[in-house]
């Protein structure tokens, strides 16, 4: 369902595409664009959280991330350019400091 929608995208002559922890080489691969394909992973609250995720496909090329480098900075975020993993970075990182709040409770 998801996939569907992604695939009208590219008529719309934008490159820039906005998810969270979906698979960015999934929803890449049906635009007929993929090096064209990146992601941005906001974290919540938005209007509060500084950090964004850029998230990079394994078709990619680099003046894409800088697009979306350029956009989070626009928006007064921090940009961390991540390859798409599951968790990307942020989550990766704090899934071990949730399992040992797990323990100690």
Same mark, same amino acid.
């Given at each position: #369902? $998801? ?6 995208? /590219? ?10 922890? *979906? /698979? *960015? ?14 992601? *941005? ?7 509060? #959280?500084?950090?964004?995720?850029? %998230? ?12 979306? %480098?350029? %956009?989070?900075?626009?928006? $007064? ?5 991540? $390859?798409?993993? /599951?968790?990307?970075? %942020? ?15």
């Amino acid at each position: #369902m $998801k996939q569907a929608a992604f695939k009208e995208l /590219p008529a719309r002559g934008s490159s820039l595409r906005i998810t969270s922890a *979906i /698979p *960015i080489d999934d929803l890449a691969a049906v635009t007929g664009r993929p090096e064209k394909f990146i992601g *941005i992973h906001f974290f919540n609250p938005v209007h509060k #959280m500084p950090l964004v995720e850029i %998230v990079r496909g394994t078709p990619n090329i680099t003046g894409d991330i800088g697009d979306g %480098v350029r %956009v989070a900075k626009q928006l $007064k975020k921090i940009p961390v350019v991540v $390859k798409s993993a /599951p968790g990307f970075i %942020v989550n990766r990182i704090l899934l071990p400091y949730l399992n040992e709040a797990g323990r100690c409770w």
